[in-house]
């Protein structure tokens, strides 16, 4: 019979070779497999990894949540008005009693909750969505994450302009976490500043985009004529608070690129990758009036090329999209198409170097050319036509950028949105600048 110590070798020998096995089977993983192995949150499942299958069908479950729920929450009145004014009172006056009343419960820890969940924490968030009004009166308090709770989880997003994602994510969490009296102190501080720009109603129709809110919508004789999703400056380049007049709509526009967007965005990828210039259609000039260069005789990285002026050719490729709503301002900001469709699908949309992207830039084309005798289908068939067309509008239309961070329609349903680019920071009242979300095109030089 072996020694002991021969046994104890040949068991060290044992678990020696065992650990070799095991880091040879690691050294086989692909670099991103060997990572996921620690990632708590990797795209695994037991039935192998997630397929785009998968995620398209999480996706069209998410936005029927969001469509189910959104037309009970909608803003159905104009952010400026008698109405919205009258709501905003309903809804100070209701968190002034839940704030008086000690508010709701806290939440604690940065614990994900999905359906089929069990959390003592549930119990919590039930009673702040009853308390909120995003669950009914009396509704069982039960520690199970079911339906009914994520309905309720999916009113609360669609309310803070989060992503309707159905579960209690890091942003639905830290926005459960915030107090009665801090919300109650955000519709207060709404409520001056609406009641200041009650003037622009003097006009029989007008613009309205409140920034926090990525929403832009039309007005005419006081009533929402029209309203849709825009996508606002990065906080780096903010969309400034301007009031201008649209005198114009251009279809098929040429781009005049910005000296700083130029020096700041397209340079560095035309240095990076000298084809973005040809695949984007640009044309470069010494100066504004001078002949177009050669782009293959231009030393690209040379300091002189700073000073040199960018216009990008009209088509679908072009910045602005296939239309553009012309505001003379003195920032140079306006409105238009963009051919970055996708990212109208994020919550928090402040992606742009200024200027306001609008998703239903027809409908708008076709409600501010209303009065001369367009409609949506002309619209469409002067796109159709690709013929580049710049109409002058017979009345010019007021528009005003604005920075509403809490609201309320017209029933005095309460809406919060994140102080994007801080401007609420120190003055008493939450600042979740934290909350934006910021995400930078690849490759896309953008106003």
Known sequence: MPSDSNLRRRSVLAVGALALLGWAASALLTPEASRAQFNPY???TDSGPVTQEDKDRRQA?????????????????PFVSEASVQGLQVAIDRYGRIAAAGGWPQVHGDVTLRPGDSSAEIVKIRKHLIIEGDLPPGSRLSPKFDDAFRDGIGRFQIRNGLRVSGFVDKRTLTALKVTAPQRLHQLQASLPRIKKLMRINRASRYVVVNVPAFTAQGVQKGQLAIDSAVIVGQP??????????????????????????????????????????????????????????????????????????????????????????????????????TPYKRLFNQSQRAFSSGCVRVEDIY???AWLLGPQGWTRGKVEAQIASGRKKNVKLSRSVPVHFVYLRAFANSQGVAQFRPDVYGRDAGSGGLDDQQDALVISESRAVTP
């Open 236 to 337: 780096s380049r903010a969309t400034p608070q301007i009031s201008a007049k649209i005198v114009e709509v251009n279809f098929f526009p040429t781009w005049t690129v910005p000296d700083s967007v130029a020096r700041k965005d397209l340079i560095p990828a035309i240095r990076q990758d000298p084809s973005y210039f040809y695949e984007q259609k640009f044309s470069v000039m010494r100066s504004w009036g001078s002949p177009p260069l050669d782009p293959s005789q231009v030393d690209w990285m040379s300091p002189k090329v700073a000073s040199y002026k960018f216009r990008q050719d009209a088509g679908p490729q072009n910045a602005l999209g296939l239309v553009r709503i012309n505001m003379p301002n003195r920032h140079s900001v306006y409105m238009h198409d």
């Open 42 to 44: 990797r795209a695994f």
């Open 363 to 365: 409908g708008f084309a």
């Open 61 to 77: 479950e998410r936005d029927a949540l969001r469509n189910r729920l959104s037309s009970q929450l909608r803003m159905d009145v």
